[in-house]
T-cell receptor, first 113, second 111 residues
């Protein structure tokens, strides 16, 4: 039982490049989330998927797209990376029924030059 | 607007002492609260949670206290150990079911 797995752990991009962050969970959770974490800003919600087949914008969705590929996987795509997207990205999941604690992955540290 | 904030951004304690990390929240409709621990280079890890119909909940060496009158949440760590050094986040669940996170408090344990 690995929990929430994110890849890659580190990535450096040039401005304008694109990339996809991958996330998978093996806890049979319905809901999945993408957050970004910046110094002094706490965790901010980018997008979430309450259940398979649905996605919704969070607090800071601009510049990102998501895909809920199946119940296990939820990916985050940067189509044209900008230096403002330099951050640490966390994927999380939780049981929709209880709607309580989130389980987080180990994060992706992204630098956009 | 709603916010979850921490009174102290940094806290330094001696090994073996008790630690208290505080959190203020502004949304009186929030019905669920949670504490996370985040070690350097890792994702947030669940510590303990509490529903709004409770005032206190205890775990292993940790206790969460909820004071709804003043909208205050605290995390108490007994006999603090070097392994407790981390950033601690509180979060509240709003009416829409989303978790709103505070900025975090860094706990440093001196041997």
């Amino acid at each position: 039982n690995a929990g929430v797995t994110q890849t890659p752990k580190f990535q450096v991009l040039k401005t304008g490049q694109s990339m996809t962050l991958q996330c998978a969970q093996d806890m049979n959770h319905n809901s999945m989330y993408w957050y970004r974490q910046d110094p002094g800003m706490g965790l901010r919600l980018i997008y979430y998927s309450a259940s398979e087949g649905t996605t919704d914008k969070g607090e800071v969705p601009n510049g990102y797209n998501v895909s809920r590929l199946n119940k296990r996987e939820f990916s985050l795509r940067l189509e044209s990376a900008a230096p403002s997207q330099t951050s640490v990205y966390f994927c999380a999941s939780r049981d929709y029924a209880t709607n309580e604690k989130l389980f987080f992955g180990s994060g992706t540290q992204l630098s956009v030059l | 607007g709603e916010s979850v904030g921490l009174h102290l951004p940094t806290l330094s304690v001696q090994e073996g002492d008790n630690s208290i990390i505080n959190c203020a929240y502004s949304n009186s409709a929030s019905d669920y609260f949670i504490w996370y621990k985040q070690e350097s280079g890792k994702g947030p890890q669940f510590i303990i949670d509490i529903r709004s119909n409770m005032d206190k909940r205890q775990g292993q060496r940790v206790t969460v206290l909820l004071n709804k009158t003043v909208k205050h949440l605290s995390l108490q760590i007994a006999a603090t150990q070097p392994g407790d050094s981390a950033v601690y986040f509180c979060a509240e669940r709003n009416e829409g079911g989303k978790l709103i996170f505070g900025q975090g408090t860094e706990l440093s344990v001196k041997p």
